[in-house]
């Protein structure tokens, strides 16, 4: 339901955008890089985009935007098409890569937290699957 205007304004799209969790009903923020601020602007310059309200819409005019089920089938397609095993691959686990990435490069875990909109530490530690091992990997280089 990512609409234009959370991307896209004054003529650029923004380096960091918003949207409201449906679960929590808070805000996250999210970094937009560089080659995707690149393609966003390719796509919203094309004329199917004209009057546009939402960033990818649906196929259909009953349908204002793509469905999830429609975005898990072009996910399927995308890793498909590079040769991977797209039972391997799949929505969730594609939104899980880059802050497990994160945690694992700096095993910060508070900052993951406010990447994922998490309010409670737990649910970040059940989400990244944390265990004993990765504290222990994490503490193993402080000496005290």
Known sequence: KLKV????????VKERASVIQSKTDKPVR??????????????????LMSGSEF?????F????????????????????????DPTSYGTHSMCRTKVAQIYRKTGNLRAVQFLLGYTKMDGTVRYLGVDLEDAL???EPFEL
């Not at 205007?5 to 650029?12: P, S």
């Not at 999210?30 to 004329?47: G, K, L, N, V, Y």
């Not at 204002?64 to 890793?79: K, P």
């Open 30 to 47: 999210f970094e937009i890089s560089e080659a995707t601020r690149s393609s966003i602007s390719q796509w919203i310059a094309d004329p």
């Open 137 to 139: 990997s994490i503490a």
């Open 5 to 12: 205007a959370n991307a896209y304004a004054a003529g650029l």
């Open 55 to 59: 960033l990818w819409p649906g196929r």
């Open 61 to 84: 005019h009953e349908r204002l935007h793509i469905s999830t089920r429609q975005y898990a089938r072009l996910v399927r397609e995308w890793v498909q098409s590079i040769g991977l």
